[in-house]
């Protein structure tokens, strides 16, 4: 247990962690070496914290500052703390100082974590004599908006102690992804500097402009901020930083004069009104006229090859490195994912190009892929690369079998995993399957990143009529009442939001279990809306009390409201919803399946109608049951005290 958070640097990481630390209820040392420093990030926090309270994220903005304590004494700060996080400037001078001090004055048991992006977690773990409780928790700026944390092992580090990050960050309302070996740049900047590098090729080379390649990134590859904007508007100096660590730490990469000189003149990005582009006071969004298109394959190929050597060598599995590009670049697609489109065969032509161009060993093609292509493993054209291509290749959900359970992920992190068009045929099309799959007898349906659904995709709202809104509000609801009526129990998963279209999802399962930082609401009349998904009779039906309050407020509310109120079941800590859901669902699954579907049967068909109704119902399921293998196997199997083993016979 927690009782003690400290934060060592009070900067925009450090006061942003502390920020994260707080909301999820954490006390929080926050330590600087000056006060006008500590006073500037209370100032930044509760600034962000009106906001969350306006949105309804948070309760009381002044309950969440009241849990944050700052301190220029760092002794104070550090004395007996149970977790530690250091988010100083990148200077091993300086960390030393601060892990050896930690090392010193902590609890015993303490963890002792980085938040550097560049250098390994070994070399700062010298400092500290029990090196396994040191560990890499690499955040995302902003922290209290990036959902990723990269997890990254240190030499020593203890499974003990990455297990206990692991569940730490996802208390904290994040998505962790293990970073298993401590490389320079860990996983999401070894794969952006990749980018990073082609793009500076491309445009010292005079073979693309800056605009050309940032107009590319966003409009073929769907990069939110391109490439060089991105630079731009997260510090030119932080990202010169970062490569040059890397580089002095043995990574071979393009030298990218453009950053150099930019860094010398100190022409950092938005910061400083001129990076890349130049900027009047603001971060404005560059036009690009007459900007041109660039070879995609060619642009990528460089991060493919890295994200192959990634794999290949363990550093992090395939799903995190997916989740790394997806969340810490808010890419709309993983890196094997772009891979597998373009074609594996094209990516190393375009690697070898590279390497011919520049002379570079670092553009050589990864055994992996080497070996995918002698294999023919192509990708998409060739119905297997990274991934398998058939009836299961869907893009919006992602479906896995775990012994009789099927497991279907909701995949559309970037966007918090709203509903659109292509998901609910995606949805109907995965359940029709389960429901013929003989070995599936219980569906757990959960959502990736750091939200279970946070409602429809509003931008297909503004291309919709008032006729093709009743349609797909018939399509929504068709969709839900399948879920509901499907002869196999479904148990939901709820993480962080289930608003508006998540929400009327979630109330469609049979067994809802929500981890302790779900949210959940029916926002749709701050949009002058109502709910369209079943919501507005879901609702009350589920709970008397409050439903019509929520759906005409449209405000959120905490997992243990929900419960109170009996939309949810059962509310757990993040780190455990998973092995809670499987858990359940494992019971389930031992039982007939026979019996499974009429119980269901009965209760779903029974609260649509009357007493009288639903006990006779209720009778003409019990009698039907007397007549299976099922039962007989039963009553068996109970006389003879054993497990009984039914077969949905």
């Known amino acids: 247990m927690i009782r003690k958070f400290t934060v060592v640097g009070a900067g925009t990481m450090g006061h942003g962690i502390a920020e994260v630390a707080a909301i999820s209820g954490?006390?929080?040392?926050?330590?600087?070496?000056?006060?006008?420093?500590?006073?500037?990030?209370?100032?930044?926090?509760?600034?962000?914290?009106?906001?969350?309270?306006?949105?309804g994220q948070i309760k009381s903005k002044d309950e969440v500052l009241s849990r944050i304590h700052v301190t220029t004494n760092q002794e104070e700060a550090l004395k007996d703390t149970d977790f530690m996080i250091e988010a100083v400037i990148e200077d091993i001078n300086i960390k030393s100082k601060v892990f050896s001090k930690a090392d010193a004055l902590s609890s015993d048991n303490a963890i002792l974590a980085s938040n550097t992006s560049s250098i390994p977690i070994s070399e700062i773990a010298k400092y500290v004599k029990n090196q396994e409780r040191v560990v890499g928790m690499h955040f995302f700026n902003p922290p209290v908006l990036m959902p990723l944390v990269e997890i990254v092992k240190g030499e020593n580090t203890s499974e003990g102690t990455v297990k206990e990050a692991y569940n730490l960050v996802k208390n904290l309302g994040k998505d962790p992804v293990i970073v298993n070996k401590d490389i320079p740049g860990f996983l999401v900047n070894?794969?952006?500097?990749?980018?990073?590098?082609?793009?500076?090729?491309?445009?010292?080379?005079?073979?693309?402009?800056?605009?050309?390649?940032?107009?590319?990134?966003?409009?073929?590859?769907?990069?939110?901020?391109?490439?060089?904007?991105?630079?731009?508007?997260?510090?030119?100096?932080?990202?010169?930083?970062?490569?040059?660590?890397?580089?002095?730490?043995?990574?071979k990469m393009y030298e990218c004069k453009m950053f150099e000189e930019k860094f010398k003149s100190k022409e950092f990005g938005v910061k400083s009104g001129k990076g890349f582009y130049t900027y009047p006071g603001k971060f404005v969004r560059p036009e690009f006229k007459g900007a041109k298109k660039v070879n995609t394959v060619l642009l990528l190929s460089s991060a493919i090859n890295e994200a192959s050597y990634l794999l290949r060598e363990g550093i992090s599995s395939k799903e995190d490195i997916e989740k790394g590009c997806k969340l810490g670049l808010g890419w709309p697609k993983g890196i094997f994912e772009y891979a597998d489109s373009f074609g594996i065969d094209e990516v190393i032509n375009?690697?070898?190009?590279?390497?011919?161009?520049?002379?570079?060993?670092?553009?050589?093609?990864?055994?992996?892929?080497?070996?995918?292509?002698?294999?023919?493993?192509?990708?998409?054209?060739?119905?297997?690369?990274?991934?398998?291509?058939?009836?299961?290749?869907?893009?919006?959900?992602?479906?896995?079998?775990?012994?009789?359970?099927?497991?279907?992920?909701?995949?559309?992190?970037?966007?918090?995993?709203?509903?659109?068009?292509?998901?609910?045929?995606?949805?109907n099309q995965i359940l029709d399957e389960i429901e013929e799959d003989d070995r599936i007898r219980v569906i757990i349906i959960q959502g990736s990143g750091r939200a279970f659904c946070a409602g429809a995709d509003i931008s297909e709202f503004t291309r919709m009529t008032p006729i093709k809104a009743m349609i797909a509000s018939r399509k929504l609801q068709e969709l839900y009442n399948k879920i509901q009526f499907l002869t196999k129990p479904v148990i939901s998963l709820i993480n962080g939001y289930a608003i508006g279209g998540g929400l009327e999802l979630v109330m469609s399962t049979d067994i809802r279990i929500a981890s302790s930082n779900a949210q959940f609401g029916q926002p749709e009349i701050n949009l002058g809306i109502i709910p369209g998904g079943g919501g507005t009779q879901r609702l009350p039906k589920l709970s008397r009390r409050k439903a019509l309050q929520l759906i005409l407020t449209g405000e959120n509310i905490s997992a243990k409201e929900a419960e109170e109120l009996g939309i949810v079941d059962e509310v757990v800590d993040p780190s455990e919803l998973e092995n809670e859901g499987k858990k359940i669902a494992s019971k389930i699954s031992e039982k007939s399946p026979l019996a499974l579907a009429l119980a269901k049967y009965a209760v779903n068909l029974g609260n649509q109608t009357n007493i009288w109704t639903g006990e006779a119902l209720e009778s003409s399921f019990f009698g039907i049951l007397f007549s299976t293998k099922d039962f007989e196997e039963g009553v068996k199997a109970f006389m003879e005290r054993r497990r009984p083993q039914f077969k949905g016979e």
């Open 26 to 55: 954490l006390e929080v040392w926050l330590n600087d070496v000056a006060e006008e420093i500590l006073k500037n990030a209370i100032e930044k926090i509760s600034w962000s914290l009106s906001k969350l309270e306006e949105k």
């Open 350 to 427: 375009a690697l070898e190009e590279l390497k011919k161009e520049t002379k570079l060993e670092n553009f050589t093609p990864d055994p992996l892929l080497i070996s995918m292509k002698n294999e023919g493993r192509l990708g998409k054209k060739a119905g297997k690369g990274f991934y398998e291509y058939g009836k299961r290749n869907f893009n919006t959900i992602k479906y896995d079998i775990d012994g009789q359970i099927g497991i279907i992920t909701l995949n559309r992190p970037e966007k918090l995993n709203v509903i659109n068009e292509e998901m609910i045929k995606e949805l």
């Open 190 to 251: 070894r794969i952006l500097f990749r980018v990073i590098e082609v793009a500076c090729w491309l445009v010292e080379s005079g073979k693309a402009s800056i605009e050309d390649v940032d107009y590319t990134a966003i409009t073929d590859l769907g990069f939110p901020m391109g490439i060089f904007l991105l630079q731009d508007y997260t510090g030119l100096d932080v990202g010169y930083m970062v490569a040059k660590a890397m580089k002095e730490r043995g990574v």
